[in-house]
């Protein structure tokens, strides 16, 4: 059982800047690859950003592709999601989620690959 719980989640104008944190607990957090997702407001859950166990692979949605960078720090359990250049669609609940037993290359797009979720953390921008 890995227990995951963001933090880092605020209110912040367009434009500026976030880092968002996962802290892993349980189970083996290297073996796991990370995800991170965001749900706005009566929309579904889509990906945003991951990273794979190795840490040799990331992989970002279209959207967020140069604004936004995943990375992993092994030796704290912990991921995190530098998020700059900010923009009121970026608004939503962000969860970070952790692929148990992923090959060490794999970076999922799916929610259904992953095994564990934390209970997620707001980031509203404003115009």
């Known amino acids: 059982q890995v227990q995951l719980a963001e933090s880092g989640g605020g209110l912040v104008q367009a434009g500026g800047s976030l880092r968002l944190s996962c802290a892993a607990s349980g189970g083996t957090f290297s073996w796991c690859a990370m995800g991170w997702f965001r749900q706005a407001s009566g929309k579904d859950r889509d990906f945003v950003a991951g990273i794979s166990w190795s840490g040799g692979r990331t992989d970002y949605s279209a959207s967020v592709k140069g604004r936004f960078t995943v990375s992993r720090d092994n030796a704290q359990n912990t991921v995190y999601l530098e998020m700059s250049n900010l923009k009121p669609e970026d608004t939503g609940v962000y969860y970070c989620?952790?692929?148990?037993?992923?090959?060490?290359?794999?970076?999922?797009?799916?929610?259904?690959?992953?095994?564990?979720w934390g209970q997620g953390t707001q980031v509203t921008v404003s115009s």
């Open positions: 989620a952790a692929d148990q037993g992923a090959y060490p290359l794999r970076v999922a797009r799916v929610q259904s690959e992953y095994d564990y």
